[in-house]
């Protein structure tokens, strides 16, 4: 397993341990719905998809230790957009946000013939309210008190 797999692994399975003590579910965070989304809306209405997209990862996380891909979760856009019936064109920008709010971090895995991209869930979010509206002012290069999107 290489170096930057071993420790977002490590990082996701110290956040999950600190969510469960034992059992083979994914905890849902109360603060997905609480706070996450309620700010991730406040760019996007759309952004309460990501609800179903984090879940969907979660339920697809690898949970076998030996395995390179350990505690990371890697269908393919067409399986995610298949099986959640989230647009195609919806599933980055929704994972750009989980990441943004500080619930999946994300890395590409070239080792096959083809590129993979690996979402580590990270089972709760460290960041505040106010690095969360700074990573999502740089994502959608304004902030959703501007009168940037009136202006369009």
Not at 74 to 80: A, E
Not at 121 to 146: C, F, K, M, W
């Amino acid at each position: 397993m290489s170096k930057q797999f071993r420790a977002l692994a490590e990082e996701a399975a110290h956040k999950k341990s600190t969510c469960l003590d034992r059992g083979h579910y994914a905890p849902v965070p109360h603060d997905l719905f609480r706070r996450l989304i309620p700010i991730a809306r406040e760019y996007d209405k759309g952004n309460v998809h990501m609800a179903a997209l984090y879940t969907y990862l979660l339920a697809m996380v690898n949970g076998q230790p030996d395995n390179d891909r350990y505690m990371s979760a890697f269908p393919s856009v067409q399986r995610i957009a298949d099986e959640t019936g989230i647009g195609r064109n919806r599933i980055k920008p929704l994972c750009d946000v989980l990441e943004a709010v500080g619930l999946v971090k994300s890395a590409m895995d070239y080792t096959s013939n083809k590129r993979d991209k690996l979402y580590y869930p990270q089972y709760y979010s460290a960041l505040t309210d106010e690095e969360i509206r700074a990573n999502l002012d740089v994502l959608y290069g304004h902030s959703p008190e501007s009168d940037l999107p009136n202006a369009l």
